[in-house]
DNA sequence: TTGAAAGCGCTACCAT
DNA sequence: ATGGTAGCGCTTTCAA
């Protein structure tokens, strides 16, 4: 393009950048570059163009599974909102492995990511620590390091739990359950937390087969025992809340094969949604998070310290709402 | 790392690149330069290393909208299996946009991906025409575009909908109706001609009122006059088919509201999937999209594309399968 | 067996 | 107002 035109690269790469006037570049010059370069539909390459600027316009995205409609949310709202400011969003799921989340963050480094948003396994304070000091933009969403500092956007867990069980608490149920996932992540344990809270701030007994830690790749087979146990004269539960919208959702399949009735005998709150889960039998009550919400402050704080450096932490805890449906009892 | 270990960087990039015994290193350098890279954390720019090798290793996946389990599913297969052969994923979503298909593939392409995966809006010849004049590698994928022959996975939507028709039928219903999207996807078209193929084969009539084809955007708003139409004396209708998951669901939602009974007066087949399908009241009989597979696959015809270059185009269309519950009648 | 040098396509600084 | 030049960090060819 420099030789068709006789102009110098570095005239044009002003131009074509937008500098043109504020380089005082001559009118004409800037036509005549700007019409070949339509005309011979002209585009820069990005990779030298990072090369040479030291920043890629790209983020990168690490979270457990893209096919988690949870995190499909988050990503969508997130790419919305990075290519409105010029980025591009580059993804990968760790699959809740700490040593494929290493690699993934590695290898996003290396392709110079300008920022990172990780919604991290958990198990991987080297890495967040490593970017942590090396200064690097990132910000962790949904999962966070309760004893490192650093940008986090996450939902209440605590409060949305504790709006769960006080909704079964209205509707009359007293010895109320929990199934939950087994310790390792903050969120889990926040959720813990809300549940005892509630039930002690009502004077609800916690029972030794009221709570269920169930593994995260394994919970599908652990149904049944669980349901045993809190079936089982002595708990007799009469209300459950999960932990998860996947939980929930394998719950509800082995009450239907134990034919429960819901909510008549046990009455269930979901923490999380399920797209058809006001079409389930019975209609599922659940705590609605704010995904959406969660994957846009994520990209806000990121793009403001792309920008401004990193001069503090931004800490932020999302409201969730409760969907108030049958399975409560409502 | 050069200067600090007089050693030649070309040296350097050759060992780091694996290619040291090929061209003659000596163990003694290898080791020194190998053992160098370890302990000082070294990992090459890929900015630098794809402007220079003319290769980016990774790979563009276009779709319509990550957050919708469909696509959600296919990228996490895409993304593993890319992710084996060194390749990394960028995507977008279109939104439905052919305008924006069409920046969001410019986009990748100066980023220089090295493939594309794109499902398109199909309202974008020009650009698909484009990238296979340039012979630039890319698989469409879900959607094609008949007049052009591109590399192709899709499903077997004929089929997928005579064996949703078929199950109707053989649960004796006679008076089938098909709620489906406006034309504008090959797919979609493909699913009307399965419905009606398969009413002519059982003989079965197709009334005005039988076929209804909604708006991508305003479905859900369509949906009480589409069963007003349907419900009438004159229709009747006893069975329903959906075109898509999301049309389901929205059905599903009308028909509660009007209380109608499923299976009993009306029985319904969903083609396409939902994860809590089988949840729903009643259970909905739907026609599984192999989704992973159809993922997977894409990438392989790219990868072997991107290794032997484009020597003919592929076509594959998968076969669903049918999950029979009772929302049929069964 | 190793190194020097050119070049990938761009940006940015310094001259002119 | 424009151009020359030096990189950005790597790969690759050619010499030594």
Redesign the interface.
Known sequence: MSKRLNISKSTISIVLNGHGDEKRVSKDTQETIIKFAEENNY??????R??SRGK?D?IGLVIP?????FY??I??RI??KA?LSGY??????TGESKERESELI???????VDGLIIASTQQNEEDILRLKKSNFPFVLIDRRYPDIETNFVGVDNVGGVAMAVEQLVKMGRKRIGFITLKPGLEAIHERLVGYQQTMKKFELEVKDGFVHELNYETFDEQMPAVFEIMLNSSNDIDGIVFATHFLT?SG??EM?RRKVLVPNEVAIVSFGQ?????????PITSIAQPVEDLGGRAVDILLENLKDGITAYKQEMLDSSIEVRKSCGA
Chains 1, 2 share one sequence.
């Open positions: 585009r820069a390459n990005q990779l030298a990072g090369l890629s790209m599974n893209i096919s988690d409609s499909a949310r990503a969508r790419e919305t290519r591009n969003v580059i993804f990968s799921s590695e290898s996003m480094l290396d392709r110079q959702a509800l399949r239907k399920m797209s058809a889960f006001d079409l389930v039998d019975p």
